[in-house]
């Protein structure tokens, strides 16, 4: 069965760009939220097997939304989407929960290596 | 990746956000230490500078990265607090613009604005802050 994805990310070209590398390694996009507000409610919605979370998105950071979805579902998978000069706020989203990180911009090869870890993580 | 569809993309959005900044920076004009504005420019450079990344852009990702810096820091002491910032970043803006506008017109790379690069990196003995932490939903919501 096909891991189901929730892509977070307030760039549409970021989501799409996602979409078309995990794709085509046969994961399903279940769904995409443009905030970190609509990515608590998808996740609430979906109940993907993981979520890809940009860190910089309106309305509630990537890093709140974490601990929000965390304390809705302790075992909730979220890799964390990062460029250039986050890595203080990586490590706060690792500490506040997340599982792992991918960088921008992307290698589809380590996206996939990455989402396919945090998928198989023990809790 | 296909690289047509994705200039595209970023042709589209690039854009918008553009468009954005400039209301943004209208806004900060009237008050250099109005959060959500700030916050909102933070937010729209960072996603430019991704997306210049993704295409090989250098040109828009170097400036947008510096550019990110340097609002990183204005954010950290809570508003723009030198006179030369504003200006700055209406330069800033323009740069941007002007790479956009390059690459919609050449269907390649942008070329780099060195100038402007080297205008926004901190003053000597300025020291680094830690970035902080991703806009809040009190100040950016409105």
């Not at chain 1, 769904?31 to 608590?40: F, K, N, P, S, T």
Request: no cysteine; hydrophobic share 45%; net charge negative.
């Amino acid at each position: 069965m096909a891991v189901r994805v929730l892509v977070a990310d307030d760039a549409r070209f970021m989501r799409q760009l996602i979409r078309e590398i995990i794709e085509a390694e046969g994961f399903e996009v279940v769904g995409e939220a443009a905030d970190g507000r609509a990515v608590v409610e998808e996740f609430t919605r979906l109940h993907p097997d993981v979520v890809t979370m940009d860190i910089v998105m309106p309305k509630r950071s990537g890093i709140d939304a974490v601990r929000e979805i965390l304390a809705l579902d302790a075992t909730a998978k979220i890799a964390m989407v990062s460029a250039l000069g986050q890595e203080a706020l990586v490590m706060e989203a690792l500490q506040a929960g997340a599982s792992d990180y991918i960088v921008k911009p992307f290698k589809p090869d380590a996206v996939i290596a990455t989402l396919r870890k945090v998928v198989e993580k023990e809790q | 990746m296909d690289p047509v569809k994705y200039r595209n993309l970023f042709l589209e959005e690039a854009t918008e956000h553009l468009a954005e900044i400039g209301r943004a920076l209208l806004e900060l004009e009237k008050d250099p230490r109005a959060g959500a504005p700030l916050d909102l420019v933070f937010r729209l450079v960072h996603s430019m500078k991704g997306m210049g990344a993704s295409l090989g852009y250098d040109a828009v990702s170097d400036l947008a990265h510096k550019l990110e810096d340097r609002l990183g820091r204005w954010r950290a002491r809570g508003g723009i607090d030198e006179p030369e910032g504003l200006p700055l970043l209406f330069r800033s803006l323009e740069a941007l613009e002007r790479m956009v506008a390059e690459v919609r017109a050449t269907g390649g790379p942008p070329h780099p604005a060195p100038e402007t690069v080297a205008a926004l990196a901190p003053a000597e003995g300025e020291p680094e802050p830690r970035k902080k932490a991703p806009p809040q939903p009190a100040r950016v919501m409105g």
